[in-house]
C-alpha cells in the first residue's frame, strides 16, 4: 500500500468549484491568525513522525515556563491562580501558543484567537489584584470549546461549510463558563454532520496525535487532539452517540458524558432542530479525573436550569464510597462485536487488578440484547431519512463523506411519516424499560466496558458505535479515560482466528493489524444509571486509583 502524505492525511473535506472558493477563504482566515512566531519549520511539517506529541516540548517554540504551565491539569491551574502563583494571563499565553503548534501537526482547530482571549484573561488578573479573590471557581482557567458552541465573535458550525458563522452571543454554556471566570482563546474541529466517531472537516482531517495514521474520533476530535497535545487542560464536547467518551479514548485523556438535560444546550449549533428522538449532552475532556468533577461542580453549581428551560435542577452528588463496598460490573463484549486485542488486553488486567481489592466486588456484566438497542438509536438520528444532509450538502456543493453516506443510508436508516416516528420512540421506551429491570437484576453500581471496539480506528473506518451509543439510548452517564496500556504489535496479536459474532464483527476483525495501531492508547469506559453521574465520577476515581495502585 503506497504511503500518504502528510499534507495529504490532513487535508480537509473538497468539493464543487463554488464550495472549494468559499473553504479556501475559511481555510485562509484561520492560517492567517497563527502568528509567524508560532509556526513550525517546513521541515517537520513536510514529514513529521508518526507519534507528534512530542514536538511541542522540542520545537523551540515554547519557554521552559510556557511548557511547565502546560503540563498543569485544569484543576493544578485554578489553585495555582487564586493564591497568586499564577496569572490569567501567562496561562491562556502558554496553552495558546502550544494549541498553534498542535493544530499545524493534527489540524484541532476552526479558530484561533488567543488576543482576544489575552484581553479576557488582563481584566480578570486586573479583578483579582483590586479584590484580592477570584470571580468564580474557573477564574482564569483557559477552556477550548468545541466548533458547534457559538461563542461571542468566534467561529463555528454545525458540521458543513454552509452552516459556519460567526457567532454574534455566547451559547448558555459558554455564558455560564464565562461567567464563572473561563478564558477562551480556541474553537475546535469536529466532522461533516457531526456525526461520525471521526473529525474531518472544510478545515482539515484531525489526526491522533499518537499515531496519525489513526484518528482522533469525533465528533469532538478537535477537542481530544488539542487536549493530548497540551494546547488545552480541559475543553468542552458534546456526546449524541460517543462524541466525548470516544475521541477522549483515542487520544488517552478523560471525558465525560453527564445525563441528558443535566447540562446547557440552548443555542448549540444544529441542523436538525426539533429533532428529539435523542438528545446529547455537553461535557468536559480533560487530562485528569478530577478536572471532569471540577468542571461538573461548577456548571451545575451555577443552576443552569435557571437559563436554559430545557435543564432539569439535578443536582450533582458525589456519594463517599469508602463507606461501602462498590459493586462493579466488568463487560468484556456487548455480544455484537469484540474488542481489538489491545482492549482485551487492558480489560482483564483492570478485571484482575479489581478482584483482588477490598474496595469493590466484581461481577461479570451480561449486556442485554445490544443488537436491538444499537439498531434504535441508528434509526433515531435520521428519522427523515437523511434527507437533510442530502440537501444541504447538494446546496453548497460539498462532497459527500463516506462516514457520511454510511450514517445517513439503509438498513438502520430510512424516512418515517408521523406515525412510524410514534412506533419508533414506542420502541425506544420499551427497550428502556427493559434494559433498566436488566440493569437491576444484574446487581451492579456501574458497568466497566470498551469504550470503542478497539483504539484509535484507521481513518474512514469507524462504523461501529454501539460501545457508546448504546448508553446515549438509555441517558446513562459515562466517563472515559486512560489504562495507561498502548497497542503493541509485540504481544497485541489474535493467537487463533476468532469467530465473528455479527457482520460488524466481522467487518471490525477485518480491520485489525497489530502494526497499524502501534502507540495507539487503550482506554476504558465505566457507566452509570441515569442521573447517577455523581456515582459515575466516583466509581471511576476509585477504580482508577485501585488500577494505578
Not at 469508602?322 to 455480544?335: F, P, S
Not at 446546496?395 to 463516506?402: A, K, N, R
Not at 487463533?496 to 495501531?517: R, V
Request: charged residues 25%.
Amino acid at each position: 500500500m503506497a504511503t500518504v502524505s502528510f499534507k495529504e492525511k490532513i487535508k480537509g473535506v473538497g468539493g464543487h468549484a463554488s464550495y472549494e472558493a468559499k473553504a479556501r477563504i475559511l481555510r485562509e482566515q484561520l492560517e492567517a491568525k497563527i502568528p509567524a512566531s508560532l509556526r513550525l519549520p517546513l521541515a517537520i511539517l513536510e514529514d513529521p513522525p508518526l507519534n507528534v506529541t512530542h514536538i511541542p516540548e522540542t520545537c523551540g517554540l515554547l519557554t521552559p515556563k510556557e511548557l511547565a504551565i502546560t503540563e498543569l491539569d485544569a484543576t493544578a491551574v485554578c489553585q495555582k491562580i487564586a493564591v497568586g502563583e499564577l496569572t490569567a494571563v501567562d496561562a491562556v499565553t502558554a496553552f495558546g501558543k502550544r494549541a498553534a503548534i498542535a493544530h499545524q501537526l493534527t489540524a484541532c482547530l476552526i479558530d484561533f484567537f488567543l488576543d482576544e482571549g489575552i484581553k479576557q484573561a488582563q481584566q480578570l488578573d486586573e479583578y483579582f489584584r483590586k479584590e484580592g479573590k477570584v470571580i468564580g471557581p474557573l477564574h482564569g482557567l483557559p477552556i477550548s470549546i468545541k466548533g458547534m458552541l457559538p461563542v461571542k465573535g468566534t467561529v463555528g458550525s454545525a458540521g458543513f461549510l454552509m452552516n459556519t458563522e460567526t457567532a454574534t452571543e455566547d451559547c448558555d454554556m459558554t455564558r455560564i463558563l464565562r461567567s464563572l471566570g473561563a478564558v477562551f482563546y480556541v474553537k475546535t474541529n469536529q466532522p461533516q454532520t457531526l456525526m461520525h466517531l471521526e473529525s474531518r472537516s472544510t478545515y482539515g482531517r484531525v489526526l491522533n496525535p499518537y499515531n496519525t495514521d489513526l484518528t482522533a474520533g469525533g465528533s469532538s476530535g478537535g477537542e481530544s487532539a488539542l487536549v493530548a497535545m497540551k494546547g488545552s487542560c480541559i475543553g468542552v464536547g458534546t456526546d449524541g452517540g460517543g462524541s466525548i467518551r470516544a475521541p477522549s479514548a483515542h487520544c488517552g485523556i478523560y471525558g465525560f458524558r453527564p445525563s441528558c438535560r443535566t447540562t446547557p444546550l440552548h443555542g448549540v449549533l444544529w441542523y436538525q432542530p426539533g429533532q428529539d428522538g435523542f438528545y446529547s449532552s455537553v461535557g468536559p475532556m480533560c487530562r485528569s479525573a478530577r478536572d471532569m468533577r471540577l468542571f461538573l461542580e461548577a456548571v451545575l453549581g451555577a443552576n443552569p436550569a435557571l437559563l436554559d428551560p430545557d435543564v432539569l435542577p439535578v443536582p450533582l452528588k458525589v456519594p463517599d464510597l469508602t463507606k461501602r463496598k462498590l459493586r462493579v460490573g466488568i463487560m468484556m463484549h456487548d455480544g455484537v462485536v469484540m474488542p481489538h486485542p489491545p482492549i482485551i488486553r487492558a480489560l482483564k488486567w483492570a478485571k484482575a487488578k479489581l478482584e483482588v481489592s477490598s474496595e469493590v466486588e466484581v461481577v461479570d456484566y451480561t449486556p442485554y440484547d445490544h443488537d436491538r438497542g444499537y439498531s434504535i438509536v441508528r434509526e433515531l438520528y435520521y428519522e427523515d431519512g437523511g434527507a437533510t444532509v442530502r440537501r444541504i450538502l447538494k446546496e453548497s456543493g460539498e462532497e459527500t463523506l463516506p462516514l457520511t453516506e454510511w450514517v445517513i443510508s439503509p438498513p438502520h436508516v430510512r424516512d418515517h411519516d408521523a406515525s412510524e416516528v410514534w412506533k419508533l420512540r414506542d420502541e425506544r421506551d420499551k427497550y428502556r424499560r427493559e434494559y433498566s429491570d436488566h440493569w437491576w437484576s444484574q446487581n451492579v453500581d456501574v458497568v466497566l466496558c470498551p469504550p470503542f471496539p478497539g483504539t484509535a480506528s484507521r481513518h474512514d473506518t469507524a462504523k461501529y458505535w454501539g460501545y457508546t451509543a448504546i448508553w446515549n439510548l438509555l441517558d446513562y452517564p459515562g466517563t472515559a479515560f486512560p489504562s495507561g496500556f498502548i497497542a503493541d504489535p509485540a504481544i497485541d496479536i489474535y493467537e487463533e482466528p476468532p469467530s465473528p459474532m455479527s457482520a460488524a464483527d466481522e467487518y471490525n476483525l477485518s480491520l485489525y493489524d497489530a502494526t497499524k495501531f502501534k502507540g495507539a492508547p487503550a482506554s476504558l469506559q465505566i457507566v452509570g444509571r441515569i442521573y447517577n453521574d455523581g456515582l459515575v465520577l466516583a466509581a471511576q476515581e476509585v477504580v482508577e486509583r485501585i488500577l494505578k495502585s
